[in-house]
């Protein structure tokens, strides 16, 4: 499974990204696609999650209201529409996969078995 992200780049407080993860390879039985952000220095931490069957959602309670995480009607992409962003959003964001459907934890690190190479968001 490859996992490209695209979209990240320089934007005033204020303003809006939409990041998109582009899922190639053994796709079949993914079961969740997500994205991360880690801060250098940081812990990573889980933004928003969605199943790919069915479509349920979450999102971290630090972006809620703010972010929305989808998936085109062929499942091939997954989008992270982010709204009212703040300096603190500012963060390398990747693209995650997992194959189980029952997790610990939605946002476990562990949980995801794919992760993308990463775009920066750089919010002022």
């Known amino acids: 499974v490859q996992l490209v992200e695209s979209g990240g780049g320089s934007v005033q407080a204020g303003g809006s990204l939409r990041l998109s993860c582009l899922k190639s390879?053994?796709?079949?039985?993914?079961?969740?696609v997500g994205w991360f952000r880690q801060i250098p220095g940081k812990e990573r931490e889980g933004v928003a999650v969605?199943?790919?069957?069915?479509?349920?959602?979450f999102v971290a309670g630090s972006v809620k209201g703010r972010f929305t995480i989808s998936q085109d009607s062929s499942e091939k992409t997954v989008y992270l529409q982010m709204n009212g962003l703040k300096p603190e959003d500012t963060a390398k964001y990747y693209c995650?996969?997992?194959?189980?459907?029952?997790?610990?934890?939605?946002?476990?690190?562990?949980?995801?078995?794919?992760w993308g190479q990463g775009t920066q968001v750089t919010v002022s």
């Open positions: 995650v996969a997992g194959r189980r459907h029952y997790v610990s934890a939605v946002f476990a690190a562990s949980e995801f078995d794919y």
């Open positions: 390879g053994n796709t079949t039985g993914l079961a969740r």
């Open positions: 969605i199943y790919t069957n069915g479509g349920t959602t």
